[in-house]
């Protein structure tokens, strides 16, 4: 009997192997919530095909704007916006930029700070980020990872 069931659970294990490996390679957006100095950040991954489009279709409004180039924001205690990366699938190995957004600002880092200069990036500065932003926000209410008295500091210093 001990045998019978082994072997079931076996079967059971390598039929779902090819799941397991395709959600690894599922595309997906990991959602940075950058809140905290000192402590991880509430993050989530977004794999829900109806969210992610929602989320890339704002991403895309909000890249439509005109960029300017220039120094990137320096990191501050508090607040420093929702940072934006493609995870898994084949975007993961095109490696897009992955974006800041704070407000109205969307953010791609251009080239990383040196000892001879500082980072630069590209800003976009639109109502498209401002919408973005804030359904992320919701987002990671509605997911749990954002409890009521954080989700109300980040609102305060938006």
């Known amino acids: 009997m001990r045998s019978r069931l082994t072997l079931l659970l076996a079967a059971a294990a390598l039929s779902a192997a090819p799941l397991f490996a ?15 100095s000192g402590r991880p950040n509430p993050e ?16 895309g409004d909000a890249m439509a704007a005109p960029a300017r180039a220039g120094a990137a924001a320096e990191p501050v205690l508090g607040y ?26 969307l953010s791609v880092d251009t080239a990383a700070a040196t000892d001879f200069k500082s980072a630069t990036a590209a800003t976009r500065v639109s109502a498209a980020a401002a919408d973005l932003e804030s359904m992320l926000l919701k987002l990671g209410q509605k997911r749990g990872v954002l409890d009521a008295t954080t989700l109300n500091v980040l609102l305060e210093t938006k």
């Open 22 to 36: 395709y959600a690894a390679d599922a595309p997906g957006l990991r959602i940075t919530y950058l809140v905290y």
């Open 80 to 105: 420093n916006g929702i940072l934006i990366e493609h995870v898994g699938g084949p975007a993961e190995k095109a490696r897009p930029q992955a974006a800041t957004v704070k407000g109205q600002r």
């Open 44 to 59: 989530l991954t977004v794999t829900n095909p109806a969210q992610l489009r929602a989320i890339e279709s704002r991403l």
